[in-house]
């Protein structure tokens, strides 16, 4: 982060952490630091390897910030949503059905969750550059310190994992780490994200589910640990448990592109986002949210040359002639992204829509 002087800004108060009995999930701890040195990158990859195929999620720990660090960039977050005006914040709006991009601000009550119930999310996503797009004047002051938080989170943490991934493919390590560069053309995001509480008829509507159960777009995404508890996972027994906020933690994930890159050999991890416990409940949920995906061009077929996929087999969701490209499948999926039209199933818990002739599919 940048060692000169630093503009102030208001401090954001978020929920104490709960004190409710909580049945966690359970996934590895990952020390990033390790990953600086052949030997250390070599203890961590059967680790990484086997929790993505388990679970599709680890922790990340001593990632390089401080607490300090974390907590401001907190509190930077909270900017475009305290501080711009609506005026202001329409004329930063993404245009997300047009063009398939989220850029900008996307505006409470956009997507449909269930019942009619529209969502009680709001956010505000980067290009991961940061100076690629313009900013409300508020937060201009800030880009200097956003984008050297981007930059960390693509270099420290991000290619750290990727290059663990490709490991535990047997593949030469800088394999993913090609297909993600900062400077290619690609919608890679810093996002901020906010969660209003919402009435209790809306809960008893959607059964208490803030955004349904879903697998994310892109490569890997990184979710900063903060004190709200609301993210579960579905557990390969099958059931829904929350994942433990571990303080100035990151929580990684596989998203579709990279179970598709590895043959089906990672998985992209079911998620969703659920009411917070009693103790938490009636409080906003502040995030920062790191979403890469590869670089536009790349075409999302699986790495036939691991010689762990040549011995298990490989897992297609089409033909490889047939695959989109990182950008096709990120527009694609980010333009019909909670829309209502979607096919129920006959057992009322997964809905389904066609996206690029593939069946992408919603937990309720």
């Not at 059967?46 to 999620?57: L, S, W």
């Not at 420290?156 to 090609?178: D, N, Q, S």
Request: proline share 7%; glycine share 6%; with cysteine.
């Amino acid at each position: 982060m940048p060692a000169t002087t630093l503009p102030p800004v208001p401090h954001y108060e978020s929920a104490s952490v709960t004190q409710e009995d909580i049945d966690w999930a359970d996934f590895p701890i990952i020390d990033i630091s390790k990953s600086s040195t052949p030997e250390g990158r070599a203890e961590l990859a059967p680790i990484v390897r086997d929790a993505m195929r388990t679970y599709g999620f680890i922790y990340v720990v001593n990632h390089g910030l401080t607490q300090a660090q974390n907590d401001r960039m907190v509190d930077i977050a909270d900017i475009p949503f305290s501080q711009v005006s609506e005026d202001d914040k329409r004329q930063y709006a993404s245009k997300i059905k047009e063009t398939g991009s989220y850029r900008g601000f996307k505006p409470r009550q956009f997507w449909t969750i269930d019942n009619g119930v529209k969502d009680q999310i709001e956010h505000y996503n980067m290009h991961h550059s940061i100076v690629e797009q313009q900013h409300p004047k508020e937060l201009q002051p800030f880009v200097p310190e956003i984008r050297a938080f981007a930059e960390h989170c693509h270099y420290r943490v991000l290619h750290p994992i990727l290059r663990l991934l490709a490991l535990g493919l047997e593949l030469p390590e800088e394999t993913f780490v090609k297909l993600h560069n900062f400077d290619a053309e690609g919608e890679t995001y810093l996002r901020f994200m906010k969660y209003f509480p919402r009435t209790e008829e809306d809960e008893s509507k959607t059964k208490n589910v803030w955004m349904k159960g879903h697998t994310d777009i892109g490569t890997i995404s990184l979710l900063w640990c903060q004190p709200v508890t609301a993210l579960q996972i579905m557990s390969p027994d099958g059931k829904w448990r929350y994942v433990k906020q571990i303080p100035n933690a990151i929580i990684a994930n596989v998203g579709d592109s990279m179970e598709w890159l590895s043959g089906g050999y990672y998985k992209a991890t079911i998620h969703r986002v659920f009411q917070p416990p009693a103790d938490q409940r009636g409080y906003c949920r502040l995030g920062l949210l790191y979403f890469a995906s590869g670089d536009d061009e790349v075409r999302i077929v699986p790495m036939k040359d691991s010689p762990v996929l040549k011995r298990v087999g490989i897992t297609r969701k089409f033909a490889d002639e047939d695959a989109p490209t990182m950008g096709e499948w990120r527009r694609a999926r980010t333009k019909v992204y909670g829309i209502p039209e979607l096919l129920q199933r006959k057992d009322n818990v997964i809905e389904e829509q066609i996206v690029n002739g593939l069946v992408v599919k919603h937990y309720n």
